[in-house]
């Protein structure tokens, strides 16, 4: 089974300053990533994916991540985090075998502080 | 497209009492998910429908929980009778399956609280 790992859960950053938020995940194969977004009371809201073409994928808003194969890692990024990023982000595997199979990580909620 | 459309948004109502839920999935999504959050768990899938019919039921909580799609439009999550612990809020999702993993689709939650 795969599994996904989000290390922290909770990241304060400064308005203007970057945002790392860190995701690992656990497959024998290439999986399909994804980050998703959850602002206060509102569903989830597809960031980013990555399906095994570039390993740098871009979203919206200025996020970015880096498929990483040898560090099973797909870490999210953003040079400069603004007031309305403050929300929970999660990290997402998805079953190979079974696209319709997917393993969210426990979630990382980012406070952005004035 | 109007997206993931679920009712009732909250709920409150007592031990005991039925509580039904429902989701409306994008037009043309072939698979319904129903997961609940909360701050202990983190986000569990319940229950997903591929075509209408319902296949992986394993994190269906207990015999309380059933959840039905009798059309490609329309999804139901019923608890009877519903408990404290039931308290949470209840998502769907839709995808339209095949190939590459796709994008779920998620609706904005019903909040469940039962007291």
């Known amino acids: 089974a795969q599994s996904v790992t989000q290390l922290d859960s909770h990241v304060s950053v400064s308005e203007g300053t970057p945002v790392l938020l860190r995701c690992n995940y656990s497959?024998?194969?290439?999986?399909?990533l994804f980050w998703y977004v959850q602002h206060p009371n509102k569903g989830l809201q597809l960031l980013l994916k990555?399906?095994?073409?570039?390993?740098l994928v871009k979203g919206i808003n200025g996020f970015e991540a880096e498929f990483k194969k040898s560090e099973t890692s797909f870490h999210l990024t953003k040079p400069s985090a603004h007031m309305s990023d403050a929300a929970e982000y999660f990290c997402v595997v998805s079953d190979k075998d079974n696209f319709n199979k997917f393993y969210f990580g426990s979630g990382t909620k980012l406070n952005v502080k004035p | 497209d109007a997206g993931v459309i679920q009712s009732p948004r909250h709920e409150v109502t007592e031990m005991g009492q039925e509580v039904t839920l429902r989701c409306k999935p994008i037009?043309?999504?072939?698979?319904l998910f129903w997961y609940r959050q909360t701050m202990m768990r983190g986000l569990e899938l319940l229950i997903y429908?591929?075509?209408?019919?319902?296949?992986?039921d394993s994190g269906m909580p207990e015999d309380r929980f059933s959840a039905k799609m009798p059309n490609a439009s329309f999804s139901t999550l019923k608890i009877q009778p519903s408990e404290p612990r039931d308290s949470a809020v209840y998502f769907c999702a839709s995808i339209k399956s095949g190939g590459l993993a796709g994008e779920l689709f998620f609706g904005e939650g019903s909040r469940l609280t039962v007291l």
């Open positions: 429908f591929n075509n209408n019919v319902p296949i992986d």
């Open positions: 990555y399906t095994s073409a570039a390993t």
């Open positions: 497959s024998s194969y290439s999986p399909s």
């Open positions: 037009s043309g999504h072939n698979s």
